[in-house]
């Protein structure tokens, strides 16, 4: 019985998204940035190679990055440029922002009010794809491949007020390959991914 109600819940809220997408191919849009979700809804965590590009606005910073995201337990991030940091090992797990070496504490800077930082970036992102509200998908070329772009926002706000988020997918593997997070229309995280691999459950 408890099965067939999260069953069921799940397909109400999958299905309040679809008034949400457009634009060209919105239909093919639609169904696969739902398919995704649930999809990615059912995933144990996922390994990756990551760059990310923080704008603190008078300061900007690069870092490649190995990803080992897990949704319960710890998530490991192993720093691969730029060359002074590399092999740097960071242990993220709730509440914590900075890296770990040594003993030794670095900490990596919030770039907006909510605490956000380079080293969250991979679980924001990915509780984005996961539950934030759709307001808008469709087809575009990422590169020189075709991508579904999905962009989420906060329902009760104007586009570029606060928080939001902007994600390419491979239409078909489905692979996260890209996501840009935004706060009052000025993008402070950009992050590349490749080799994107999901855990099973």
């Known amino acids: 019985m408890g099965r067939c109600l999260g069953v069921w819940l799940l397909t109400i809220i999958l299905c309040l998204t679809l008034t949400c997408c457009g634009g060209e191919g919105g239909g093919q849009a639609e169904q696969l940035a739902l398919d995704i979700r649930g999809e990615y809804l059912a995933l144990a965590g996922c390994t990756a190679c990551l760059e990310v590009t923080a704008d603190y606005g008078r300061r ?18 192993t720093l691969t440029a730029p060359e002074n940091v590399a092999g740097v090992t960071a242990r993220l797990t709730a509440g914590e922002t900075a890296l770990e070496y040594d003993g030794v504490r670095v900490d990596t800077g919030s770039l907006d009010e909510a605490g956000l930082s380079p080293l969250t970036a991979v679980p924001v992102l990915l509780e984005y794809v996961e539950s934030g509200y759709i307001a808008a998908c469709g087809m575009e070329v990422l590169g020189e491949e075709e991508a579904l772009r999905v962009d989420c926002r906060d329902p009760e706000t104007s586009p570029g007020t606060g928080r939001e988020c902007s994600l390419w997918f491979d239409k078909d593997s489905r692979a996260l390959l890209r996501g840009e997070l935004s706060q009052d229309g000025f993008t402070v995280l950009q992050c590349r991914f490749s080799q994107f691999q999901p855990l099973a459950q």
Do not use: H, I, P
Not at 60 to 77: A, C, H, I, N, P
């Open 60 to 77: 900007v910073y690069q870092y490649t990055m190995d990803v080992l995201w897990q949704r319960k337990g710890e998530s490991v991030f």
